[in-house]
Nanobody, 126 residues
Framework: QVQLVESGGGLVQPGGSVKLSCVVSGTIITINTMEWFRQAPGNQRELVAGITRDGVTNYADPVKGRFTISRDNNKRAVSLQMNNLKPEDTAVYYC????????????????????WGQGTQVTVSS
């Protein structure tokens, strides 16, 4: 059973910093692109940042210059360093990853699928 578990969320003052972490557990072969999404009440889930397995990153415009995504392939983890937080950053943050794992259908091969974490709440408020 492949799982993504986020940690690091909480309450922070405007201008403060929070680091989110996500660890992939289970039997896997390869973790491809890893991403962070967020969803505020009444809003659609939006991509915040992504990083390929080769380390190429991309960021949503509202977080450019403030957030940094990184990954450690040996630890099977992705992090999101969030600095200079604003109230509009308040949301549930979700880890997402594309995963390759041994086939589970009784045949030799590889299953490719994407996986979501449960989410962690980040609240930016004075």
């Amino acid at each position: 059973q492949v799982q993504l578990v986020e940690s690091g969320g909480g309450l922070v003052q405007p201008g403060g910093s929070v680091k989110l972490s996500c660890v992939v557990s289970g039997t896997i072969i390869t973790i491809n692109t890893m991403e962070w999404f967020r969803q505020a009440p009444g809003n659609q889930r939006e991509l915040v940042a992504g990083i390929t397995r080769d380390g190429v990153t991309n960021y949503a415009d509202p977080v450019k210059g403030r957030f940094t995504i990184s990954r450690d392939n040996n630890k099977r983890a992705v992090s999101l360093q969030m600095n200079n937080l604003k109230p509009e950053d308040t949301a549930v943050y979700y880890c997402h990853a594309g995963v390759e794992a041994p086939a589970t259908n009784g045949m030799d091969g590889i299953d490719e699928f994407d996986q979501w974490g449960q989410g962690t709440q980040v609240t930016v408020s004075s």
